[in-house]
């Protein structure tokens, strides 16, 4: 009782904005706009750094405070360029990476959940309780992000335990193995 109690005080130190940001906002921002606004800070492409929510706030060269209004998604510059609707300025540029509307909606309810920006110790245990999938123990990789992946389960077959199947008594185990898939597949035997 006392571990299911305690359990749940965990889980309400963060916020639902909290989580929204740790398992969508973050991996997102990562993945279709830190190549231009935040990976290498002195590259940073119209002003805009996405490092830090401080930064973000900031806004850039084409839009100031504006871009980023806690609590006001849809009047979030950010949020409309993410959707397409500010001619000549949408968000990402190429067209094949546009965000889905999924995506654009999870941007949203963040800035409406006050767009808080949790540190990156949070993050990891925001990660780590509420993510999806399986983590697999690897021996590491390039870099966390590919350490700390998740599987669907589905896809983790070769962590299973082994199953041994016995043939029966005074029958070669190939022959039976063989007429088992045969069974299966709905065949016979060739005479």
Request: charged share 25%.
């Amino acid at each position: 009782m006392f571990f299911f109690s305690s359990l749940a005080l965990f889980s309400a130190e963060h916020s639902e904005g909290e989580r929204l940001f740790a398992l969508k906002v973050k991996p997102l921002f990562a993945e279709k706009c830190m190549a231009c606004h935040g990976s290498e800070p002195e590259k940073v492409k119209g002003g805009f750094n996405m490092l830090s929510r401080t930064s973000t706030l900031k806004g850039g060269e084409s839009y100031g405070e504006d871009v980023l209004i806690p609590g006001k998604g849809e009047e979030s510059i950010l949020f409309q360029l993410t959707t397409r609707v500010v001619e000549d300025y949408e968000m990402p540029p190429k067209e094949a990476d546009k965000l889905s509307q999924q995506q654009s909606l999870w941007i949203r309810d963040w800035i409406n959940a006050g767009a808080p920006w949790p540190d990156e110790s949070s993050i990891t245990v925001i990660q780590d309780q509420f993510a999806e999938g399986v983590k697999a123990p690897t021996s590491g990789g390039l870099d966390d992000e590919w350490t700390n992946r998740r599987y669907k389960p589905e896809h983790l077959w070769s962590y299973r335990p082994l199953t041994v199947k016995s043939p029966p008594e005074g029958v070669h185990p190939v022959d039976w193995f063989i007429d088992q898939k045969l069974k299966t597949a709905g065949l016979s035997p060739a005479p």
